[in-house]
């Protein structure tokens, strides 16, 4: 079984800080990392993934993720926050090893980032 | 190329009617996969398919929720008999047969159940 640990349902930063959105997952085989956007009353919107090969991973919109598996975790960056990243956040795993469970995305909680002027 | 494309947007229905939620994959995509959206709640999974097959039901209810992918058309997902702990946002990813793990989310059905 695979499960998602958000850690934090709400962070706030100032404009132009650093964004931190931690996430740890458990799983019995090799993951597939994920994370995913979510603006209000819309559907998510892909940031990043980790699949394989080097673990910091960039994505759109300035965001970055490091997978560090001796710490289970593939927490999510952005060196400088904008206003117009206020959202919500899912991190999610997959894995990899086939059958009928290959591609089944589990989430995390989701963390509401706000960012104030 | 259209994205995965849901409708209705927003769904309201009483007690015990049926709801009927739709989605449309992007072009060239072959594998479905529908998620619930409880409030306060992450999402989870429900269902995936591929064309005309379900292959993992897991996440489905037990009662009440069924879904199918039809050879032509979008993918469906019934609800019988609503209650009022049914509302929730239904999302629906589709994801190209090659890459099974890269899934394209649609904007979702808001279903409230008066």
């Known amino acids: 079984a695979q499960s998602v640990t958000q850690l934090g349902s709400h962070v706030s930063v100032s404009e132009g800080a650093l964004v931190l959105l931690r996430c740890n997952y458990s799983?019995?085989?090799?993951?597939?990392l994920f994370w995913y956007v979510q603006y209000p009353n819309q559907g998510l919107q892909l940031l990043l993934k980790?699949?394989?090969?080097?673990?910091l991973v960039k994505g759109i919109n300035g965001f970055e993720a490091e997978f560090k598996k001796s710490e289970t975790s593939f927490h999510l960056t952005k060196p400088s926050a904008h206003m117009s990243d206020a959202a919500e956040y899912f991190c999610?795993?997959?894995?990899?090893?086939?059958?009928?469970?290959?591609?089944?995305?589990?989430f995390g909680q989701g963390t509401i980032l706000t960012v104030h002027p | 190329n259209a994205g995965v494309m849901q409708n209705p947007r927003h769904l309201v229905r009483r007690r015990g009617q049926e709801a009927r939620l739709r989605c449309s994959p992007m072009?060239?995509?072959?594998?479905v996969y529908w998620y619930r959206q409880l409030p306060e709640e992450g999402l989870k999974f429900m269902v995936y398919?591929?064309?005309?097959?379900?292959?993992?039901e897991s996440g489905m209810p037990k009662e009440r929720f069924s879904a199918e992918f039809p050879k032509e058309g979008p993918s469906i997902l019934r609800i019988q008999q609503v209650v009022r702990g049914d509302s929730a946002a239904y999302f629906c990813?589709?994801?190209?047969?090659?890459?099974?793990?890269?899934?394209?989310f649609g904007a979702g059905t808001r279903l409230s159940v008066l």
């Open positions: 990813a589709s994801s190209p047969g090659t890459s099974r793990n890269i899934q394209y």
């Open positions: 799983s019995s085989v090799p993951p597939y």
């Open positions: 980790y699949t394989t090969g080097a673990t």
């Open positions: 999610a795993v997959s894995n990899n090893a086939g059958g009928t469970s290959y591609g089944k995305l589990t």
């Open positions: 072009k060239g995509h072959s594998h």
């Open positions: 398919l591929q064309k005309e097959n379900i292959i993992d």
